[in-house]
């Protein structure tokens, strides 16, 4: 019996604003890109603060992004980290970091800095591309995988069963990690 299992499961993306957020969503939903794209982003306006503890209630996975061409955006990482620390109400909740926007060349955030970071704090890390397709699926799936496997995060009384994690069929698209993932 191969039936796909279908769950809901609550995944932020967080980050400064113009790090790529809703670019990369859109590219793993849609497989889209959008230069233009102005979507809203509250990313740690004073006004929203009353809305930060609802968005964060029962999350399973965060997805924090930062922009490998904008130091400033990998310096405040610790802010939101301690964001998540404050409101999350999970203990066991799988953390990413993506380094995004790698097909830029004038690059501030070398590799090695995210990743000695991510290792640091315990967190999967990635380096993408919204714009060429790099990393994005490995991201997603890399991180529902892991929901997956940990304990309490993801109940259901079909968790032994596959889960269909896009629409996509295999082959197809970038590659998952395409030589980007280090999954920790």
Not at 108 to 114: A, K, L, S
Not at 115 to 136: P, Q, Y
Request: glycine content about 10%; overall charge negative; aromatic content about 8%.
């Amino acid at each position: 019996m191969d039936e796909d299992v279908l769950t809901t499961l609550k995944i932020l993306i967080i980050g400064e604003s113009g790090v790529g957020k809703s670019s990369l969503l859109l590219r793993f939903t849609d497989d889209t890109f959008d230069p233009e794209l102005a979507i809203w982003d509250t990313a740690g306006q004073e006004r929203f603060r009353t809305l930060t503890p609802s968005y964060y209630r029962g999350a399973q996975g965060v997805i924090l992004v930062y922009d490998v061409t904008r130091r400033d955006t990998f310096v405040k990482l610790d802010n939101w980290l301690n964001e998540l620390e404050t409101y999350c109400t999970r203990n066991d909740i799988v953390n990413m970091l993506v380094g995004n926007k790698i097909d830029k060349e004038n690059r501030e955030v070398d590799r090695n800095e995210g990743l000695k970071f991510a290792r640091k704090h315990s967190m999967l890390f990635i380096e993408a591309s919204a714009k060429t397709c790099d990393g994005v699926q490995c991201a997603f799936e890399e991180l529902v995988e892991k929901i997956i496997q940990t304990p309490g995060l993801w109940e259901s009384e079909n968790q032994n069963k596959g889960v269909k994690l896009s629409h996509r069929e295999e082959g197809q698209g970038g590659g998952a990690c395409g030589g980007y993932c280090s999954v920790l």
